[in-house]
């Protein structure tokens, strides 16, 4: 088994360096060119970004900070605390296009992370992780948002190293995503008998030990394009040669 994990470890960081040209929060094909400088320019625009991926598109939600801030004329976390309010927010949110499909719940989000920020990290999210790059106290300082489960704390810090370049350390602690894509892989690759977040999770962290995190993309890009729900494309499927092929499973996810 162990011989096994190994060659499907090595499978997937194949895929992964393919695969994140195209499906990396920052490639073109997620976001405008000014949309991604943004990112790249403002980590409290990360932060804000990742609270709001929630029941909507990636792309959606990783481009509202740069909206949010054209709607505002700025995107000074100050003047938004002193201005600004939840019902203020909700509004620049729910204008036509809409920002997110839930505008209150993200004002909220919002307005709570500012002033955090400002009270615990002097109004740069940079400060979550500039003097302490253990990846576990990233996870655990990022739940502490409103809007940010541990699913999500643990999304943004493998997205802090994967797609933004921070180096962190301690990767082991970031896990693989419980996602459906992921999870139907897994059941019908014969890697787990049971959904669970637990069983993924155990998985995953015996394929690739040093950083489970790692294997979210390949197992998602592959899940998304090949192993999908009903007629499955097995023939062309990256991990053909690792699978059982139990495509009667995972038809609900």
């Not at 194949?14 to 499906?23: F, L, M, R, S, T």
């Not at 600004?84 to 209150?104: Q, T």
């Amino acid at each position: 088994m162990n011989n096994y994990y190994e060659q499907l470890n090595r499978e997937c960081k194949k895929i992964a360096v393919e695969a994140i040209k195209d499906n990396s929060i920052l490639s073109d094909n997620m976001l405008k060119k000014e949309e991604s400088e943004f990112l790249l320019s403002d980590w409290n625009a990360f932060l804000i970004a990742l609270i709001c991926d929630q029941s909507v598109k990636a792309e959606m939600a990783w481009r509202l900070p740069y909206l949010l801030s054209k709607r505002l004329g700025h995107f000074d976390l100050h003047r938004i605390a002193r201005g600004e309010n939840v019902e203020s927010i909700e509004r620049l949110i729910k204008e036509k296009p809409a920002l997110h499909r839930y505008p209150r719940k993200m004002a909220e989000y919002i307005m709570f992370a500012i002033e955090k920020i400002g009270n615990d990290y002097d109004s740069n999210a940079e400060n979550i992780w500039k003097d302490d790059l253990n990846a576990e106290h990233v996870v655990t300082k990022l739940e502490e948002f409103k809007g940010i489960s541990h699913k999500k704390a643990a999304l943004g810090t493998l997205l802090l190293v994967r797609d933004f370049g921070v180096s962190l350390n301690n990767l082991h602690c970031i896990d693989i995503a419980y996602d459906i894509h992921i999870r139907r892989i897994f059941l019908r690759m014969g890697l787990t008998d049971k959904d669970t977040l637990k069983d993924v999770t155990e998985v995953a962290r015996q394929i690739c030990k040093d950083f489970p995190g790692s294997l979210t993309l390949p197992f998602w890009v592959t899940g998304r394009e090949y192993c999908r729900p009903s007629n499955p494309n097995c023939e062309e499927c990256n991990f053909k040669d690792f699978c059982k092929k139990r495509t009667e499973l995972g038809k609900d996810l």
